[in-house]
């Protein structure tokens, strides 16, 4: 069996605050501290996509660095593919886009990836196939020699991704990959997700957009205020136990009548929805945005 990506164990992390108001950390460290993650264990597994979601300040971005070995935990470990996050021989399996990359705005789209594959080892022929290979899958082909200066958010974002995953990482960790990214930006985005996992390489993904996580995302976790509340496959999370539901298509109203009569025949049972399903605002956009003929729209 390969071994998880990511394996998180009992992970706390604590910062002095230097505030005599702040929470002090007992576990035989003295000063005022506040826990910024508290006792957090959870698994990336090999070729999957999972994401921590939670609000701003619930231990996100701190539970990442653990991982990306940028930041030592106060007690529990972080490995990675068995590794711990610590040891250097972990990050040369990990590909990293932060919320807001920083860029050398100056450069263009392949010199930007050049830089970024020369740092990780790659030269010659495969760098330049390599290159090439990135920037058709992020769909950035036409704007190659374009001065980032020119790029779009979402343009950003998606070579970001492509510097990310350039020497071909078995990990990727994204923190919030759509922050600040049009709806068809974050779609793409979004397919660029879907297609790493595809291709084997393991997503950890940091996010508050709820909607992005449950489109892309295998495994679930739910952090609030340092701690792990509920952690799941996706579907679990978001099913309701005790209801069910089917969609009828070309339903005549006499066959409605005689599924509300039926249910109305049994005890307990109650009708709790009714009416035509809705799409989502971003999928009518989309819709719209995409339609190559708008007078079809």
Do not use: W
Not at 112 to 120: A, M
Not at 130 to 149: K, N, Q, S, Y
């Amino acid at each position: 069996m390969s071994k998880p990506a990511v394996e998180v164990k009992n992970l706390t992390k604590v910062f002095n605050t230097g505030n005599p108001g702040a929470n002090v950390f007992k576990k035989g460290i003295t000063g005022s501290y506040v826990v910024a993650v508290d006792n957090l264990s959870f698994k990336v597994e090999a070729g999957e996509v999972y994401g921590l979601i939670g609000p701003n300040g619930s231990g996100k971005s701190t539970t990442m660095k653990v991982v990306l070995g940028l930041m030592a935990p106060t007690d529990g470990s972080a490995k990675v593919f068995g590794l711990d996050a610590g040891d250097v021989r972990a990050r040369n399996d990990i590909g990293y886009l932060p919320e807001n990359p920083y860029f050398y705005r100056h450069l263009s789209g392949e010199e930007t990836l050049k830089f970024y594959g020369k740092l990780c080892g790659l030269k010659g022929k495969v760098l330049k196939d390599r290159i090439d290979e990135l920037l058709d899958m992020v769909d950035l082909e036409g704007a190659r020699t374009r001065r980032l200066a020119g790029y779009s958010k979402g343009m950003l974002q998606r070579i970001g991704l492509a510097q990310a995953i350039i020497q071909r990482p078995g990990l990727v960790i994204l923190d919030e990959p759509t922050a600040g990214v049009d709806p068809v930006g974050s779609r793409q985005i979004r397919d660029l997700i879907l297609q790493l996992k595809e291709e084997g390489i393991s997503v950890f993904l940091c996010s508050h957009l709820l909607e992005q996580v449950q489109e892309v995302c295998d495994n679930v976790g739910i952090i609030f205020k340092g701690r792990m509340r509920r952690e799941g496959p996706l579907e679990e999370l978001v099913s309701i136990e005790n209801r069910y539901s089917f969609v009828l298509e070309n339903a005549s109203p006499k066959l409605i009548k005689e599924i509300e009569t039926l249910v109305e025949k049994e005890k307990g049972v109650t009708i709790t929805e009714k009416g035509n399903p809705r799409t989502t605002l971003e999928r009518l956009f989309l819709k719209i945005a995409g339609s190559k003929d708008q007078d079809e729209v």
